[in-house]
């Protein structure tokens, strides 16, 4: 088989979607490699590094020509893959609520459009999901971003000039970025409290030593729910959620959302109000900026300033770590391919379960269950 690897275009994508490692073990497997020259820069990595791992590093034509697996970080324009073999495999982020052009244009070009965020949340999964690897490096990188724009410090600090109070951090949706986040807040010193819908996300909170603030008064999830994601609140919680809220985040210095639902906008969980509730030179930052915020206000890559509080986001976190990153993603997508390899057929051949949760267009037609009606 022969495995494409394009230099991303999306604007402020750095990422990468091979590395040498896994350039390395795609070739143990029996294929061939191509990448398109340039495009490990941004991530560290040079055409050097990926030629001595022995892929073969050219132009983007002669990158996607005969190609049966093309892996990407966000899905290339599907004129950029003309070249690839009939009904070739492309393996990244689709977007495919958002983009459903570019999803129908992929099954207009005949090409197999794998989408890699609906990787199903199961337990041997775990190593294919980028979701998962991309949340953490946010969850972290949302507190550093944080600390560096608050002007104070976030550990207590004793010294001869008098002591310096430690930074009280809130951390809003306890998922996977939610709990990197909780935990970079502990080791830089802070104060943490943190919330979610989901019931079973209070132990994890506790476990790493930080505060759980719930709704007690309205049922919210109490299972993990299908896959372990949220579904959008009912009335009476959202206004529980609003009350509880208000209260707590006037004494923070530092609140971290990452709320969710997938397929939908994120849900709103601080309005402008409750901000002029906070005190001046605070920091928020919206880890769901990208997909509408769950800060009201909120604008991706900007530093919005409202009632003496600064809140910021990045359109696209991960990007933010392209090294870190790319090597996470990297190695999903070969967890990914080599987890369905036929080694007698020298290429991989998906299982129903994972198949169909991912695969987006097959033969000329959109054939996920997810994108129907
Ligand atoms: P996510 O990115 O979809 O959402 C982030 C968090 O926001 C979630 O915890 C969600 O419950 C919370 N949220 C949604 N609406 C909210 C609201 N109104 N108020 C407060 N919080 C709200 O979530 P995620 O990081 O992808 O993780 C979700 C769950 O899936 C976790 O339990 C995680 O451990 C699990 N998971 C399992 C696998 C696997 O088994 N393969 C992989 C990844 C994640």
Same mark, same amino acid.
């Given at each position: 088989?022969k495995?494409?690897? *394009?230099?991303?275009?999306?604007?402020?994508?750095?990422? @990468?979607?091979? /590395?040498?490692?896994?350039?390395?073990?795609?070739i143990?497997?029996?294929?061939?490699?191509?990448?398109?020259?340039?495009?490990?820069?941004? =991530?560290?990595?040079?055409?050097? =590094?990926?030629?001595?791992?022995?892929?073969?590093?050219?132009?983007a034509?002669?990158?996607?020509?005969?190609?049966?697996?093309?892996?990407?970080?966000?899905?290339?324009?599907?004129?950029?893959?003309?070249?690839?073999k009939?009904?070739?495999?492309?393996?990244a982020?689709?977007?495919?609520?958002?983009?459903?052009?570019r999803?129908?244009?992929y099954a207009?070009?005949? *090409?197999?459009a794998?989408?890699?965020?609906?990787m199903?949340?199961?337990?041997?999964?775990?190593?294919?999901?980028v979701? #998962?690897?991309q949340?953490n490096?946010?969850?972290y990188?949302? @507190?550093?971003?944080?600390?560096? /724009?608050?002007?104070? !410090?976030?550990p207590?600090?004793?010294?001869?000039?008098?002591?310096?109070?430690?930074?009280?951090?809130?951390?809003?949706?306890?998922?996977?970025?939610?709990?990197q986040? &909780?935990?970079?807040?502990?080791?830089?010193?802070?104060q943490?409290s943190?919330?979610?819908?989901?019931? =079973?996300?209070?132990?994890?909170?506790?476990?790493?030593? !930080?505060?759980?603030?719930?709704?007690?008064?309205?049922a919210?999830?109490?299972?993990?729910?299908s896959?372990?994601?949220?579904?959008?609140?009912?009335?009476?919680?959202?206004?529980?959620?609003?009350?509880? @809220?208000?209260?707590? &985040?006037?004494?923070?210095?530092? @609140?971290?959302?990452?709320?969710?639902?997938?397929?939908?906008?994120?849900?709103?969980?601080? /309005?402008?109000?409750?901000? !002029?509730?906070?005190?001046?030179?605070?920091?928020?930052?919206? *880890?769901?900026?990208?997909?509408?915020?769950?800060?009201e206000? #909120?604008?991706?890559?900007e /530093?919005?300033?409202k009632?003496?509080?600064?809140?910021?986001?990045?359109?696209?976190?991960?990007?933010?770590?392209? =090294?870190?990153? #790319?090597?996470?993603?990297?190695?999903?997508?070969f967890?990914?391919?080599?987890?369905?390899?036929?080694?007698?057929?020298?290429?991989?051949?998906?299982?129903?379960?994972i198949?169909?949760?991912?695969? *987006?267009?097959?033969?000329?037609?959109?054939?996920?269950?997810?994108?129907?009606?």
């Amino acid at each position: 088989m022969k495995i494409a690897v *394009l230099k991303e275009q999306a604007a402020g994508e750095t990422r @990468v979607a091979a /590395t040498p490692e896994t350039v390395k073990k795609f070739i143990g497997l029996g294929n061939e490699v191509a990448i398109e020259s340039g495009a490990g820069l941004h =991530a560290s990595i040079t055409d050097e =590094a990926f030629a001595e791992a022995g892929a073969s590093v050219g132009k983007a034509a002669a990158t996607v020509k005969d190609a049966d697996i093309v892996l990407g970080i966000q899905a290339p324009d599907e004129k950029a893959l003309k070249g690839a073999k009939s009904g070739a495999w492309v393996a990244a982020l689709f977007d495919p609520f958002s983009d459903t052009a570019r999803v129908e244009a992929y099954a207009a070009a005949g *090409l197999e459009a794998l989408a890699m965020e609906f990787m199903p949340r199961i337990t041997r999964a775990q190593s294919m999901d980028v979701l #998962s690897s991309q949340s953490n490096l946010s969850g972290y990188k949302a @507190v550093l971003a944080a600390a560096d /724009t608050y002007g104070r !410090a976030f550990p207590m600090m004793m010294t001869a000039a008098g002591t310096v109070q430690a930074a009280k951090a809130f951390v809003m949706g306890v998922g996977v970025a939610g709990l990197q986040a &909780i935990a970079t807040a502990r080791r830089l010193g802070a104060q943490v409290s943190a919330t979610d819908v989901r019931s =079973a996300t209070k132990e994890q909170i506790e476990s790493l030593g !930080a505060k759980a603030i719930f709704v007690e008064d309205v049922a919210g999830i109490e299972g993990e729910g299908s896959g372990g994601y949220a579904t959008e609140m009912s009335d009476e919680y959202k206004a529980a959620q609003a009350k509880l @809220v208000s209260e707590h &985040i006037a004494k923070q210095d530092i @609140v971290i959302t990452t709320a969710l639902i997938p397929g939908r906008a994120a849900p709103v969980l601080i /309005t402008d109000a409750q901000i !002029a509730t906070m005190k001046p030179g605070s920091v928020i930052f919206d *880890l769901a900026v990208a997909q509408g915020g769950n800060v009201e206000g #909120s604008k991706p890559d900007e /530093t919005v300033e409202k009632h003496g509080v600064k809140i910021i986001g990045y359109a696209n976190t991960p990007a933010q770590l392209p =090294a870190d990153a #790319s090597a996470l993603f990297a190695r999903n997508h070969f967890n990914f391919l080599s987890a369905f390899w036929d080694k007698e057929a020298g290429k991989p051949e998906l299982d129903e379960e994972i198949g169909d949760a991912i695969r *987006l267009t097959q033969s000329g037609k959109v054939v996920n269950e997810r994108l129907q009606g």
